[in-house]
Each structure stands twice: as C-alpha cells, then as structure tokens.
C-alpha cells in the first residue's frame, strides 16, 4: 500500500472525487431523479474508486500494458463532459431539492475532474523516455 499517494495532491484529489460522486448519488437516488443522473455518478464513483486503488495498491507499476495516467486523463475528460451535460439538466429541470443538490455536486465534481486532468497532464511528459524503449546512450 502507498500511503504517501493518500497524502499526495492527486490521492486527495481522488479520495474528494469519490466521496462527491458519492454524495451526487445519494442525492439522485434519494430524490427519486432520473435514472440517468444516479447512473452517472454510480459509474463516477466506482470508476473513482478503481483508479484509486490502482494508485494506492501500486498496481498501475505491475500492469504495464496500459500507460494508466493517459487512461485516468481519457476518464477524466470524458466524465467531465458527461457531468457537465448531466448536471446542467438536473439543475434547469430541478424536480426537487434532491435533484438540485445533486446537480450542483456534479457541478463541484466537474471542476474537480478538471483539476485531475491539470495534474495528471503535469505528470505526464511524452518526450520523457521510459522503461526499456529508451534509446541508448
């Protein structure tokens, strides 16, 4: 286990990722909202989860056939623009509080994707070599 990625910048990153996807949920699903919207933050907070176990039990260096950051900036983006588009609707048609709230969540969850696409591109350099692909010396 990787304690010092709980500590890092991007594990809290992670961690506030999960618990407000997770809260987005329980809003959705407790306001009896539209399927679509607990869908989406049901998929964000179990994909959340999975990545950051993939970071804390190290498991992104044993699993070399996918360059992981590059797969956790696809997620990101993508899950950005689908809670932007999610959101937006769940706070225009905003049947009740629940769905508001939920809305607003997505909101808050959005820019942290985007905060996790800022760091993970800082720590991705491309014209770095790596691993055994580099060229001699």
Do not use: Q
């Not at 990787?2 to 990722?17: A, E």
């Not at 997770?22 to 994909?47: D, K, Q, R």
């Not at 769940?90 to 509080?97: G, L, P, Q, R, S």
Request: some cysteine; aromatic content about 8%.
């Amino acid at each position: 286990v990787d304690r010092t990625f709980l500590r890092s910048p991007r594990g809290s990153l992670k961690i506030s990722r999960t618990l407000v996807a997770l809260a987005a949920l329980i809003c959705f699903v407790a306001s009896g909202a539209h399927e679509a919207y607990a869908a989406l933050a049901g998929m964000e907070t179990g994909i959340s989860v999975l990545f950051l176990l993939l970071y804390l039990l190290k498991l992104d260096a044993r699993m070399r056939f996918l360059f992981w950051p590059l797969a956790d900036i696809f997620n990101s983006v993508i899950a950005a623009l689908f809670l932007l588009v999610v959101s937006l609707f769940a706070i225009i048609i905003k049947t009740n509080k629940g769905t508001l709230a939920g809305g607003v969540l997505g909101l808050v969850l959005l820019v942290l994707c985007l905060v996790d696409v800022i760091l993970l591109c800082k720590k991705i350099s491309l014209d770095k070599a790596r691993g055994r692909s580099a060229p001699a010396k």
